[in-house]
């Protein structure tokens, strides 16, 4: 598993390895333009060279670019549709450009409209972004499920991605705050295998392509998304520790977006943790070896009787 956290490109794309580098990060995540703002960000060649060549020479094995929080694929409105496209679109081909394991993408949301129609509208907006890039996969994040947001449990994730044709191009990241709120049990390693156990019987294990590791301020199916801090919140350290051991996540990008101290994101020393936390999960799934068993006590010797 590569370990890290979401960090500012700002500055120059370059940056955000310098400031993964800083945090102690295996795996960093970026948005690719302002998340205030429709206006996509394009990279220039020497742009992307820098940032290839600085991802080179550092620790830093993976980069997902994270879509911003504007855009809603499934809105009945076509000039927001139109505008998610054109930044979905960007995203894709920065993604392409930079090498990057996947844009993360909330689907949207149906608001007040009904769901199966929303789906279909999420769909056909992402099926379109799609065909205008090339290689760099899509991944659809579980969301927390207030707001009529999409991708509520993993029977809505698999209707998008049907409804996306099935993409080859599209994974899932999974997030343990959302999927916390959204009522799915992930503190224990039964919890966290009931969870994989479902994804692969609804969407396919090869689907899986990132997470998000954060605690939740709220409790357990509250649907509210607020992220806290690793073992600040109602997942607490154990928590944590099942959702980052479980053996269909190895080998998986995971990113952290915790508010850190004074909001100002995860630090290293939340990165540290989260590996602190991984060890400890990984650990407490080893099977005990069975105590050994205690000699049985010899026989006691059977009493002679004296010849007469």
Known sequence: MLIGAHVSPAGGLAKAIERGVQRGCEAIQIFNQSPRAWRPTVYREEDVATFRAAMADSPVGAVLIHAVYLLNCASSDRDIRA???????????????????????HPGSALTGAVPAAIKRAGATIREALADSERCPLHLEDTAGAGGTLGRSIDELAALIDACGADQRIGLCLDSCHLFASGYDVRTPAGVDALIAEVDAKVGLGRLGSLHCNDSQTPLGSGRDRHANLGEGELGEDGIAAFLAAPAFDGLACVLETPGEERGGASAEEVALARALRERGLAARVPRRRARRAPAPAPAPRSRRKPR
Request: charged share 15%.
């Open 83 to 105: 505008k998610t496209l054109a930044s979905l679109r960007n995203s894709l081909r920065a993604g392409d450009a930079i090498g990057a394991t996947g844009v993360v993408l």
